[in-house]
Protein backbone atom coordinates (compact mmCIF):
# COMPACT_ATOMS: atom_id res chain seq x y z
CA UNK A 1 0.00 0.00 0.00
CA UNK A 2 1.21 3.50 -0.81
CA UNK A 3 0.35 6.84 0.96
CA UNK A 4 0.99 9.94 0.05
CA UNK A 5 -0.03 13.68 0.98
CA UNK A 6 -1.71 16.62 -1.37
CA UNK A 7 -2.10 19.87 -0.42
CA UNK A 8 -5.37 19.69 -1.91
CA UNK A 9 -9.20 19.29 0.53
CA UNK A 10 -10.56 15.64 0.74
CA UNK A 11 -13.34 17.04 -1.57
CA UNK A 12 -11.15 17.67 -4.16
CA UNK A 13 -9.12 14.37 -3.86
CA UNK A 14 -11.68 12.61 -4.16
CA UNK A 15 -13.59 13.91 -7.08
CA UNK A 16 -9.85 13.16 -8.93
CA UNK A 17 -10.15 9.79 -8.22
CA UNK A 18 -13.62 9.11 -9.02
CA UNK A 19 -12.67 10.48 -12.87
CA UNK A 20 -11.25 7.38 -14.26
CA UNK A 21 -10.95 9.02 -17.60
CA UNK A 22 -8.48 11.42 -15.85
CA UNK A 23 -6.06 8.42 -14.87
CA UNK A 24 -3.79 8.27 -17.48
CA UNK A 25 -2.81 11.55 -16.69
CA UNK A 26 -1.72 10.72 -13.23
CA UNK A 27 -1.37 6.85 -13.17
CA UNK A 28 2.27 5.44 -14.89
CA UNK A 29 0.85 2.76 -17.41
CA UNK A 30 -2.24 3.35 -17.84
CA UNK A 31 -3.39 4.56 -21.63
CA UNK A 32 -7.38 4.93 -21.22
CA UNK A 33 -10.06 4.07 -18.69
CA UNK A 34 -13.81 4.69 -19.66
CA UNK A 35 -16.87 4.61 -17.32
CA UNK A 36 -18.90 2.07 -19.17
CA UNK A 37 -21.66 3.05 -16.40
CA UNK A 38 -22.08 3.87 -12.48
CA UNK A 39 -20.17 0.40 -11.65
CA UNK A 40 -18.44 -0.84 -14.78
CA UNK A 41 -14.97 0.45 -16.17
CA UNK A 42 -13.21 -0.57 -19.37
CA UNK A 43 -9.18 -0.34 -18.58
CA UNK A 44 -6.31 0.22 -21.55
CA UNK A 45 -2.62 0.10 -19.98
CA UNK A 46 0.55 -0.74 -21.19
CA UNK A 47 2.53 -3.36 -18.44
CA UNK A 48 5.45 -5.55 -18.70
CA UNK A 49 5.55 -4.61 -22.93
CA UNK A 50 2.69 -5.04 -23.94
CA UNK A 51 -1.10 -3.55 -23.91
CA UNK A 52 -3.84 -5.06 -22.04
CA UNK A 53 -7.15 -4.57 -22.01
CA UNK A 54 -9.85 -5.81 -19.47
CA UNK A 55 -13.39 -4.99 -17.73
CA UNK A 56 -13.61 -3.72 -13.64
CA UNK A 57 -16.66 -3.04 -11.67
CA UNK A 58 -16.46 -0.55 -8.90
CA UNK A 59 -17.17 -2.44 -5.75
CA UNK A 60 -17.17 0.02 -2.94
CA UNK A 61 -17.81 3.97 -2.77
CA UNK A 62 -18.27 6.31 0.18
CA UNK A 63 -18.00 9.77 -1.65
CA UNK A 64 -15.11 11.78 -0.24
CA UNK A 65 -13.51 8.73 2.09
CA UNK A 66 -13.11 6.13 -0.72
CA UNK A 67 -13.19 3.64 -3.48
CA UNK A 68 -12.73 0.16 -4.51
CA UNK A 69 -12.93 -1.80 -7.89
CA UNK A 70 -11.73 -5.06 -9.31
CA UNK A 71 -11.05 -6.79 -12.11
CA UNK A 72 -14.07 -8.87 -13.85
CA UNK A 73 -11.68 -10.76 -16.10
CA UNK A 74 -9.62 -12.01 -13.80
CA UNK A 75 -6.52 -10.94 -14.62
CA UNK A 76 -3.40 -11.55 -12.32
CA UNK A 77 -2.13 -9.65 -9.44
CA UNK A 78 0.59 -8.39 -11.57
CA UNK A 79 -2.03 -5.77 -13.28
CA UNK A 80 -2.66 -4.19 -9.91
CA UNK A 81 -0.05 -2.03 -10.40
CA UNK A 82 -2.02 0.48 -13.02
CA UNK A 83 -5.07 -0.05 -11.44
CA UNK A 84 -6.67 -3.31 -12.13
CA UNK A 85 -7.93 -5.70 -8.97
CA UNK A 86 -8.97 -4.26 -5.72
CA UNK A 87 -7.64 -0.68 -5.76
CA UNK A 88 -9.10 1.00 -2.30
CA UNK A 89 -8.40 5.13 -2.06
CA UNK A 90 -9.01 6.07 1.62
CA UNK A 91 -8.69 9.72 2.35
CA UNK A 92 -8.50 11.26 5.21
CA UNK A 93 -8.35 15.07 6.09
CA UNK A 94 -4.74 16.12 7.93
CA UNK A 95 -4.28 19.58 8.83
CA UNK A 96 -5.79 21.13 5.38
CA UNK A 97 -3.83 18.57 2.83
CA UNK A 98 -5.43 15.43 2.09
CA UNK A 99 -3.42 11.34 2.93
CA UNK A 100 -4.30 9.15 0.43
CA UNK A 101 -3.89 5.56 0.92
CA UNK A 102 -3.72 3.47 -2.10
CA UNK A 103 -2.73 0.28 -3.66
CA UNK A 104 -1.88 1.41 -6.97
CA UNK A 105 1.80 2.14 -6.15
CA UNK A 106 2.25 4.19 -9.19
CA UNK A 107 0.03 7.11 -8.58
CA UNK A 108 0.25 10.53 -7.15
CA UNK A 109 -1.35 13.95 -6.48
CA UNK A 110 -0.58 15.60 -9.58
CA UNK A 111 -3.00 16.51 -12.46
Known amino acids: MATGRCDEAKHTVYNQWTQFEEFPRFMRGV ?45 PSSAEQVGDGAVITSLRSAGGSSVISTTAPSSDCSR
Request: aromatic share 8%; proline share 2%; glycine share 6%.
Open 31 to 75: ERVEQLDDRRLHWVADFGGSTHEWDAEITDQVPDDRIAWRSLDGR
